[in-house]
């Protein structure tokens, strides 16, 4: 479970009952609407994907930019596989019932059930919505703007009250000329730290393997 | 002595005959419409033992705010609805429901300022620290302890999650808030659900399913309210899109759900009883008119509710239900006076007498004795700890009085002169008391018995628990899609509030020695009482007072270089060793465990309700606090009125042998119109165990109804043997005997177990001791030589 510590700040919050409505989904101004409707046409095509990926995190923790190299594989409607092969190997797959991570390190498959810690889910929620591209359904929590119209660039700052307001500042999204995946996406926090990542030779609904969903995998 | 007091009231009646029948009108007219004016009580708690754990128990059902909940699971039935769709109807359910009824409604979890609170939960650490916290802490700060979470840290870095980590890694990179974010958890289990947070609600793994948690002040004891509540929910939910569906589960539908279950058996067995008795009249007697006699145990009855009612103030609807019951027992007299009087009918005079009031005479005796035989065996309901029985004691009692008043001194009146006629007439002569039948009965008495012996006894109140079964399947369903699990409760209360949140404190100890912390839900080691948060305070700070800071300061200089780590990394984690504890920064959780009472505070702590864990944990409160346990509370109660049925079963047996022997002056005698009083129970105990059904609270009251009437029919037939009576003694019983098995008879079409009980007992006893009395008591006087016809 070690690596899930991410998420334990989150499960505090279990304990906090309040009644949330539902916000209802807005709709979003032209041209920004249209770009977001030709996303959700091109990336609802998806059905699956896999891509390299470099992510650079610049955190005030570390003494340098960590460059994290691997593979991302995804296959709808809530398999993510996340394979990292440098600095060090480590891979964490997601379903919709469990978490499977593992790391070269301690060579230990860590397993979790998402229905143990219920606020895991919304974090999973937040990341399936970025990594899908289901930007649409993020307009009741997100505020969005153009920052390009071609290739698209949208960028995301959290509404007042929204939880993930704690922790965000912005999110910047890439898209590719074709507008059917991410080509970039860029999470600046409020403390000041950022990540990048960039996705590279993407490939749009592949046959993935059983292979791309296990932990442990070699690159 | 009897018949000389009937020999007075029967000249003034003779002499006075219309103000009689005018009086009793009239009574029973002023009857009729107190009855309109009478508030009856579906309070539960009435046929509940007065015992001190039960009140208790109840006490706290009633006025916690953990059984006011109401839990309501709403399903999107149609694979087509999104699961936005799901929570934006589940939204507008939540805001439709009445406050009034409703106050508080949660949905889920709300998430606002989450940096703010896990900093607030941080901060907290030094506040509820305590000396094996400490020891753990100690524990990480060793170098090697040090390195290894330096370098999961890093690997967290590593996971898509990682991104939202940074704040923590800096402000707390031994992870030391892990503790009380485990306490934490353990007390979000207090819900008892298996629940995903998606958007802030409260939803279950499949996706399909959201909840809805809402706290009534209605307790659930309360019927009028519990029905209140119920018909607003169901209005509301009438709301509800096509595509959606929902599951209730509170409490207060059980409670609805008995009364209605009650009312319509009653209104049912009225129904049948009223068609029933008058086919009986014309097939067994041939002679509607001898329909005033059953009307007699029906005024007796509106003129005893009334009375009752003015005595006790209250009336509980089981009262009600036994009604069929008691008119079966008491039309027994008016039928003993109706066959006598057809047995002599004509004008000749006996004794100076009337020939009607002569065959009355002959009869006052032996139906004087049976009435208050039944009587004195409803008098040991009040060695029971229920109020219900008192009740249900009171209103028999009076209803067989007035009965018999009226059978002896109002119903000789109004009877026609007729020849006797239907199937029983030709009954009183034959012959069926021979050896033979005493020798069948025996047998078959012997081999009841013998199957008796496997009878089982099943103390769970839940075999006569009348809850529909839309209404089980519904908590089932929710029990499978929510993971609901049954939680037991240590209650500390007092006056002070800190004085209960204290004595919860010092149990805390003891309670994770019974239950793991994970499984133990408490507010104690969150939320401490000040003198508790300064001595913690006081010991975080002697901790790191020393040389301790600074070797982990250096500790985290180094690894943190060796891992990659910022020179300045970890500056927010040092600094907040020394900043001032945080109040809890969830006051919402508080309200989950602390609970402000008429009487006081009162601190609640949950675990899981097994029978091993509550008495571990009963035994660990001691005197300081009590434990609330549903499992336990219906073997307390259960065992409770199994040791009621005990004094009950005794007093009967004196009152019923005492008074028999009184009426009879000889021992052998009362011990033979005992006879049929214990076939009864015999075969009641034999049939059962064959049938294979249990016997349970319901028929072990049932059963010493049914003793009670046997009797009667002992004594009837002993005393014709014993004094010769020509009045129509066996017709008489064996018309009593149908009228009864008729009035429980009714009862097997009841839906309310408890009621189909009662019923079933009283058919198969009542039908034993018919036999017993008809074809060995005669055979038995004979054989004892107390025959006076031989």
């Known amino acids: ?219 | 002595m009897i018949e000389g007091w009937h020999d007075a009231a029967c000249r003034y009646s003779r002499r006075n005959r219309g103000k009689v029948v005018l009086a009793v009108a009239a009574l029973v007219a002023a009857g009729a419409a107190g009855l309109t004016l009478i508030r009856f009580d579906g309070n539960i708690e009435l046929m509940l033992p007065r015992h001190a754990a039960v009140l208790r128990n109840l006490d706290f059902l009633r006025t916690s705010n953990v059984s006011g909940k109401v839990v309501i699971s709403v399903k999107a039935a149609s694979p087509k609805a999104t699961l936005a769709e799901l929570l934006r109807a589940v939204d507008r359910l939540a805001r439709s429901l009445d406050p009034a009824l409703f106050p508080e409604v949660v949905t889920g979890v709300s998430a606002k300022d989450i940096g703010g609170r896990l900093e607030a939960i941080r901060r907290l650490l030094p506040a509820v620290a305590t000396p094996d916290d400490l020891a753990a802490i100690d524990g990480m700060l060793t170098r090697e302890a040090v390195a290894a979470k330096l370098r999961e840290n890093y690997r967290r870095m590593l996971a898509p999650g990682g991104m939202f980590a940074d704040a923590s890694l800096r402000s707390d990179p031994l992870g030391m808030t892990s503790i009380v974010l485990a306490r934490l958890k353990a007390a979000t289990d207090a819900l008892g659900f298996r629940v995903e947070i998606r958007d802030g609600h409260f939803v279950s793994a499949d996706g399909r399913h959201a909840l809805i948690i809402a706290s009534t002040p209605v307790a659930v004891t309360d019927a009028e309210g519990s029905r209140r509540i119920l018909d607003h929910l169901e209005s509301r939910l009438a709301g509800l899109p096509e595509w959606a569906g929902a599951d209730v589960a509170c409490g207060h539908a059980h409670t609805v759900s008995n009364e209605d279950v009650m009312k319509r058996d009653i209104r049912l067995t009225m129904a049948i009883a009223a068609v029933a008795f008058p086919v009986l009249l014309v097939a067994a007697i041939g002679d509607i008119g001898a329909a005033l006699v059953f009307v007699i145990p029906l005024l007796a009855i509106v003129l005893a509710v009334n009375l009752a009612y003015l005595l006790v103030g209250t009336l509980s609807y089981a009262v009600m239900g036994m009604g069929a019951v008691v008119a079966g027992i008491s039309v027994d007299y008016g039928i003993h006076v109706y066959v006598a009087l057809r047995a002599r009918r004509g004008g000749r005079r006996a004794g100076g007498r009337p020939a009607r009031e002569a065959a009355v005479r002959e009869v006052t005796g032996p139906v004087t004795a049976s009435a208050l035989t039944t009587a004195g065996m409803f008098l040991a309901f009040f060695f029971s700890r229920i109020e219900g029985y008192h009740q249900m004691a009171l209103f028999a009692i009076l209803s067989i009085l007035l009965s018999l008043a009226c059978a002896l001194f109002v119903l000789p009146h109004v009877l026609r002169e007729r020849r006797p006629g239907g199937l029983i007439a030709a009954m009183e002569g034959a012959g069926w008391s021979s050896g033979a039948a005493v020798a069948g009965w025996a047998a078959v008495t012997a081999a009841l018995v013998a199957c008796a012996t496997r009878i089982e006894f099943q103390s769970s109140m839940a075999a006569i628990d009348g809850t529909a079964p839309a209404i089980l399947r519904a908590e089932e369903r929710l029990g499978e899609v929510w993971g609901k699990k049954d939680l037991a409760v240590v209650v500390v209360e007092a006056k002070e509030r800190d004085d209960a949140l204290r004595v919860n404190e010092d149990l805390f100890p003891r309670m994770r020695e019974v239950v793991d912390q994970r499984s133990l839900a408490t507010i104690a080691g969150l939320d401490p009482v000040p003198e508790t948060r300064r001595r913690n305070v006081a010991r975080w700070r002697e901790f790191w007072r020393g040389s301790r800071e600074e070797n982990l300061r250096r500790l985290l200089g180094e690894e943190g270089a060796r891992a990659g780590y910022a020179e300045d990394a970890f500056e927010p984690f040092l600094a907040g060793l020394h900043s001032d504890p945080a109040g809890a920064p969830f006051s919402e959780l508080r309200e989950r465990f602390v609970q402000e009472t008429p009487a006081g505070t009162r601190v609640m702590s949950f675990f899981p309700d097994r029978a091993d864990l509550v008495r571990r944990m009963e035994a660990a409160a001691g005197d300081r606090a009590y434990v609330v346990s549903r499992n336990a509370f219906a073997d307390t109660v259960a065992r409770v009125v199994w040791e009621d049925m005990r004094r009950m079963t005794a007093a009967t047996v004196l009152f019923v042998a005492g008074i028999t022997f009184l009426f009879l002056r000889n021992l052998k005698a009362t011990g033979i119109a005992l006879v049929p009083a214990v076939t009864s129970v015999a075969w009641l105990l034999g049939f059962l165990a064959l049938l294979g059904l249990p016997l349970n609270v319901a028929n072990l009251v049932a059963n010493l109804v049914v003793m009670g009437l046997c009797v009667d029919y002992g004594i009837f037939m002993t005393y014709r043997s014993r004094y010769g009576l020509r009045t129509g003694t066996v017709r008489a019983v064996t018309l009593s005997a149908l009228s009864t098995l008729v009035g429980a008879g009714v009862l097997l079409f009841a839906r309310h177990p408890a009621l189909f009980s009662i019923g079933l007992t009283i058919m198969v006893g009542v039908t034993a001791g018919y036999i017993a009395s008809v074809l060995a008591v005669p055979r038995l006087c004979a054989m004892a030589g107390l025959d006076l016809r031989r």
Not at chain 1, 23 to 51: F, H, N, T, W
Not at chain 1, 78 to 95: C, D, E, M, N
């Open chain 1, 1 to 219: 479970m070690t690596g899930l510590r991410p998420f334990l700040p989150l499960l505090a919050c279990a304990a906090l009952a309040g009644a949330v409505p539902a916000a209802e989904p807005e709709k979003a101004p032209d041209p920004l609407g249209r770009a977001l409707d030709r996303i959700e046409a091109q990336v609802g095509s998806v059905r699956s994907l896999k891509a390299s990926f470099v992510q650079e995190k610049s955190l005030k923790a570390f003494r340098n930019t960590i460059t994290i190299t691997g593979t991302i594989c995804l296959e709808k409607p809530g398999r993510v596989a996340w394979h990292v092969s440098s600095p060090l190997r480590y891979s964490v797959v997601i379903t919709d019932e469990v978490i499977r991570q593992w790391d070269e390190e301690t060579r230990a498959v860590h397993e979790v059930r998402i229905s143990d810690f219920p606020v895991l889910r919304t974090v999973l929620d937040q990341m399936s919505a970025w990594f899908t591209g289901s930007y649409g359904a993020l307009l009741g929590e997100y505020e969005a703007t153009m920052a390009q119209e071609r290739p698209v660039i949208l960028e995301f700052r959290p509404r007042e009250g929204h939880p993930a307001g704690g922790v965000i500042r912005s999110v910047t999204v890439g898209m590719r000329e074709d507008e059917r995946y991410l080509e970039w996406i860029r999470i600046v926090e409020k403390s000041g730290d950022s990540t990048r990542i960039r996705f590279e030779n993407t490939v749009i609904n592949p046959k993935l393997e059983r292979s791309d969903f296990e932990v442990g995998r070699r690159d």
